[in-house]
């Protein structure tokens, strides 16, 4: 089993619409959660952490579901902006905290 | 906003010969990151650095790759005899510590092995 798992989509919404990225992990130790947005040929950018509790920021809700080991994604009111591929990223929290990435689900968000 | 910077933005370079990569990461922060990418492909962690040693690598990590901090600003990846499946995207990242995990990253080196 691979240690993140996403759909690589292409998702291809319109502007406005709500789109919901999901992502299983292996390891059940793994500690801290987050996304990463990545445009094409650019540095992954940190999106937001992902907290137990599920966390919001503006359009952008991440929920975690540790007993499944999967972590979800929603965007609301998508924006032609949003077009991009969101990585599941997740670490141990032991060590160095060395990041493990998922393949990334790729986002089209059309006129 | 602080943020780590990485030169150069593309390398090219022939088969067998060193290269060395450079990152300054954010001011103040105390880990710091290789990954690479290579085109198609996840990201995936390289090596991890920390009071100046190296505290973690993975197996892609071989004898051929060294990381140094030469002094206090600077954070190089250096490939001693390149290979074709070396040509990647390298990323540096850095992070604070002291109970932050989130890392940020450089914008990138392009390496190309011909």
């Known amino acids: 089993r691979k240690e993140v798992e996403q759909d690589p989509g292409p998702f291809n919404v319109p502007e406005g619409a709500t789109v919901a990225f999901n992502c299983t992990y292996s390891n059940s130790a793994s500690q801290s959660f987050f996304w990463y947005r990545q445009d094409c040929r650019k540095e992954p950018k940190l999106l937001m952490s992902?907290?137990?509790s599920g966390n919001e920021d503006g359009r952008f809700t991440a929920q975690l579901n540790r007993a499944s080991q999967y972590i979800s994604l929603l965007i609301r009111d998508s924006k032609l902006s949003d077009s991009a591929t969101y990585l599941c990223?997740?670490?141990?929290?032991?060590?160095?905290?060395?990041?493990?990435f998922g393949t990334g689900t790729r986002l089209l968000v059309s006129p | 906003e602080p943020e780590v910077t990485q030169t150069p933005s593309h390398q090219v370079t022939q088969m067998g010969q060193e290269v060395i990569l450079r990152c300054v990461p954010i001011?103040?922060?105390?880990?710091f990151y290789w990954y690479r990418q290579i085109l198609g492909q996840k990201v995936e962690f390289l090596v991890s650095f920390y009071n100046n040693e190296i505290s973690e690598k993975s197996e892609i990590f071989d004898d051929q790759f060294s990381v140094e901090r030469p002094d206090g600003s600077n954070f190089t990846l250096k490939i001693r005899s390149t290979k074709l499946e070396d040509s990647a995207m390298y990323f540096c990242?850095?992070?604070?510590?002291?109970?932050?995990?989130?890392?940020?990253f450089g914008p990138g080196t392009r390496l190309t092995v011909l």
């Open positions: 990223v997740v670490n141990l929290n032991t060590g160095f905290q060395k990041l493990v």
């Open positions: 990242a850095s992070r604070a510590g002291l109970g932050r995990y989130e890392q940020f």
């Open positions: 992902v907290y137990s």
């Open positions: 001011s103040n922060h105390l880990y």
